[in-house]
């Protein structure tokens, strides 16, 4: 079993739907998460960086944790095209250990 | 804030030579700085962790001698490339992080070893 499980799609809406994508991840260590979103042959541009269980809003990206059901999703509300892009989820342990584990990577498409 | 500028973003050069890449954190100072690599349609694969004034770590199956990295200050670090051959090419991705923060990434460089 890999350690951050995310549905790789590709996933396709229509402009200004919400999105909802999500990771599931095994290590019980893991306390920090990230969203990250790629454009193609880019570097990856940090979206949002959580730590506790909740929701954590900014603009219209809602990043979610749920530290018992070991489930993290990155919500886009009211969708643009500009949005269309790999979304890849990240986690790592506490102090002591800074390498992230990534997810596979969404790869969005969000249709006018 | 927390930019991260990696140079260049595209090199393509003849087999046997070596490439330099930099990578230089502008608004921060990087404690911990990381090159990966990136295949196409696939997620970074983390090649080795560095320090300031310190050893880099490699992962399991990285080539020291072939990847060289150097991180002089905190705010820079390179990735050499030496003796590159085709199956060298690929997408480098470098970031950086500050204490406990998140990591934040270049642009990524492209590659080409003809």
């Known amino acids: 079993q890999k350690e951050v499980e995310q549905d790789p799609g590709p996933l396709s809406v229509p402009e200004g739907a919400i999105v909802s994508l999500n990771c599931t991840y095994s290590n019980s260590a893991f306390q920090y998460f990230m969203w990250y979103r790629q454009y193609s042959r880019k570097g990856p541009e940090l979206l949002m960086y959580t730590y506790s269980s909740g929701n954590k809003e900014d603009g219209r990206f809602t990043a979610q944790v749920d530290k018992s059901s070991k489930y993290i999703s990155l919500f886009i509300r009211d969708s643009q095209p500009s949005d269309s892009a790999t979304y890849l989820c990240?986690?790592?342990?506490?102090?002591?250990?800074?390498?992230?584990?990534f997810g596979k990577g969404t790869k969005l498409s969000v249709i006018p | 804030g927390a930019v991260v500028s990696q140079h260049p973003s595209w090199v393509i050069c003849k087999s046997g030579t070596s490439v330099k890449i930099e990578c230089r954190s502008l608004?921060?100072?990087?404690?911990?700085m990381f090159w990966y690599r990136q295949f196409p349609k696939q997620s970074l694969m983390l090649m080795a962790t560095s320090n300031e004034g310190s050893k880099a770590t490699y992962e399991q199956g990285v080539e020291k001698d072939k990847f060289l990295i150097n991180h002089a200050s905190l705010t820079l670090s390179t990735l050499t490339v030496t003796s590159a051959h085709p199956e060298d090419s690929s997408f480098y991705i470098c970031s950086a992080e500050q204490g406990d923060g998140p990591q934040h990434f270049g642009d990524g460089t492209r590659l080409s070893i003809l």
């Open positions: 990240a986690t790592r342990s506490g102090a002591g250990s800074y390498q992230l584990t």
């Open positions: 608004d921060f100072q990087a404690t911990t």
